[in-house]
């Protein structure tokens, strides 16, 4: 009789060579004692489709999804409220053999938040910076919070009009001239833009104006201390990075694929930072 296979599951990318969820989930595996597997496979577009049908076939019991695929993703799945409100998927798993698809970006923006600024929610305005895919995610976890207002600024006036539009009153486009008039009511401050990324320019922004029990969020992992959170601290702000928000995400995936939800822990955090700063 066949000794059936370790569960394995795989990350889906072009390219993805660069991504550390292997590193997450190889780390769970091992500490959890759990024999199973993690690897990446380097789809292009036009394959995309047949190896996602195959997925099964191939021993995968489920997979994480990243750039350029995640909106092919969620059209070849059965997808949940949130991958469908964020208009794009980055968790696929099988149940009673369907395909299933989520978007964990927004319990990872928000299970973060809850990790590093206990009461954030307190808040009544929010100010989002950028109108992207991560935008989608971080909106839809404030809106399910029930936070009253949400700023949304964006260079281009008519994607955070279009964004707004999707969800709804509580959400309100905003022009990026205006930011300097909304950062003395802003209780939570999350930038989901590439701005203060290395190798991007500068996020200019005042954090002086903000009120002093702010809380500030930035999405971007890659420095790890991001001028903006680095000008935040010094104000005594409390900051949730974008580590923390990819080591959150990678949780309820884990949990669909082998069946333990696992903790982010400091040792995991100082493994995948180790990692982040070689050089």
Avoid at 80 to 86: F, I, L, M, N, Y
Wanted: charged residues 20%; proline residues 6%.
């Amino acid at each position: 009789m066949a000794v059936p296979k370790p569960p394995a599951a795989c990350l889906i990318g072009w390219p993805a060579a660069h991504s550390r969820s292997p590193l997450i989930h190889h780390y769970w595996l091992r500490t959890l004692g759990i024999e199973g597997g993690y690897v990446i496979e380097a789809v292009p577009p036009d394959e995309f489709q047949d190896f996602v049908f195959r997925l099964s076939l191939r021993g995968f019991v489920g997979a994480n999804v990243t750039i350029p695929h995640k909106e092919r993703a969620l059209a070849l799945s059965k997808p949940d409220e949130r991958a469908r409100a964020v208009g794009a998927a980055n968790t696929l798993w099988f149940a009673d053999g369907e395909l299933c698809s989520t978007n964990t970006d927004v319990e990872g923006f928000i299970n973060n938040l809850e990790a590093c600024a206990s009461g954030w929610d307190n808040c009544e305005d929010a100010l989002v910076l950028g109108a992207g895919g991560s935008s989608r995610a971080v909106v839809f976890g404030l809106r399910e919070r029930g936070i009253k207002r949400i700023h949304l600024v964006n260079r281009t006036m008519a994607r955070a009009s279009a964004l707004a539009d999707q969800f709804g009153a509580s959400v309100l486009p905003v022009a990026w001239g205006a930011l300097g008039d909304l950062l003395p009511r802003a209780g939570l401050l999350v930038n989901t833009t590439s701005l203060g990324m290395k190798g991007q320019p500068p996020l200019e922004i005042d954090i002086g104006l903000l009120p002093s029990q702010a809380v500030v969020a930035d999405l971007v992992y890659v420095p790890l201390d991001t001028p903006l959170l680095t000008a935040s601290r010094a104000r005594g702000l409390k900051t949730a990075d974008g580590l923390g928000m990819l080591l959150h995400q990678a949780v309820r995936g884990f949990e669909l694929w082998f069946g333990r939800r696992p903790e982010v822990t400091p040792e995991l955090r100082a493994l995948v930072e180790a990692d982040l700063t070689k050089t």
